[in-house]
């Protein structure tokens, strides 16, 4: 059975690396990539692995029925573009596979990526256009709100909530140490390296271990 035609807006080394694990997914691919968008490049003839990169306005004319996946790793930057296809009657398509790390009972939302070797727990919602990527780790009963961006090796403890927006770093942790729930405020930035111990407010940046808020280090730093 061959694999389903996609889409990717974008054609960065992101896209690139999307693709390939897309592509050469085992047992068998999850898409195949027919076309990338790119807002400079489009319609200059070059491509990728025989891909064409094209124009929005050439996705519209000629690509507009085929599943779109935006390959944009900063969250508020991927909000945008998802906006735009969206205005324009785009319609997105989600990849994951229930195997393996990943449990049978989690919910995932539109536009939505688990990569290979990544770990989803039991009772866990994932949002719309969340990206989580290889060996990152997302415990028990989290809730995941739309956008967020979980990179290589990040890790969360369960009955965590992360809100909208959320960027969490390479190699960071979010450990939740009480019987309660921790929050993790919409638009937040966790540095990699960090390690979260406490909830974390709206468009705060943490980083160092324990982790602390960005601004203050710098106040106190330069004092």
């Given at each position: 059975m061959s694999?389903?035609?996609?889409?990717?807006?974008?054609?960065?080394?992101?896209?690139?690396?999307?693709?390939?694990v897309f592509e050469s997914w085992v047992p068998e691919p999850l898409a195949r990539v027919i076309a990338y968008i790119d807002d400079v490049r489009g319609d200059d003839g070059s491509s990728i692995a025989g891909a064409p990169i094209i124009s929005f306005e050439t996705w519209k004319s000629t690509y507009r029925?085929?599943?779109m996946f935006v390959t944009i790793g900063n969250p508020a930057s991927r909000r945008k573009l998802v906006e735009r296809v969206r205005a324009a009657?785009?319609?997105?398509?989600?990849?994951?596979?229930?195997?393996?790390?990943?449990?049978?009972?989690?919910?995932?939302?539109?536009?939505?990526?688990?990569?290979?070797?990544?770990?989803v727990g039991a009772g866990?919602?994932?949002?719309?256009?969340?990206?989580?990527?290889?060996?990152?780790?997302?415990?028990?009963?989290?809730?995941?709100?739309?956008f967020t961006t979980f990179c290589p090796m990040s890790a969360v403890s369960?009955?965590?909530?992360?809100?909208?927006?959320?960027?969490?770093?390479?190699?960071a942790?979010?450990?939740?140490?009480?019987d309660e729930l921790m929050t993790i405020g919409a638009g937040a930035t966790i540095a990699a390296g960090a390690v979260v111990l406490r909830s974390v407010l709206p468009?705060?940046?943490?980083?160092?271990?324990?982790?602390?808020?960005?601004?203050?280090?710098?106040?106190?730093?330069?004092?």
């Open positions: 694999a389903a035609p996609l889409v990717l807006y974008g054609a960065s080394g992101y896209a690139i690396a999307t693709a390939d029925d085929i599943p009657g785009g319609r997105f398509a989600s990849f994951y596979r229930i195997a393996g790390n990943v449990a049978r009972d989690i919910v995932v939302g539109e536009g939505t990526m688990i990569l290979a070797y990544a770990n866990t919602t994932l949002g719309n256009h969340v990206h989580v990527m290889p060996l990152a780790s997302i415990d028990a009963s989290c809730t995941v709100g739309d369960g009955r965590v909530v992360i809100e909208e927006g959320v960027f969490v770093g390479v190699g942790r979010i450990v939740n140490q009480t468009g705060e940046t943490l980083v160092g271990n324990p982790a602390t808020d960005f601004r203050s280090l710098a106040k106190q730093r330069f004092a």
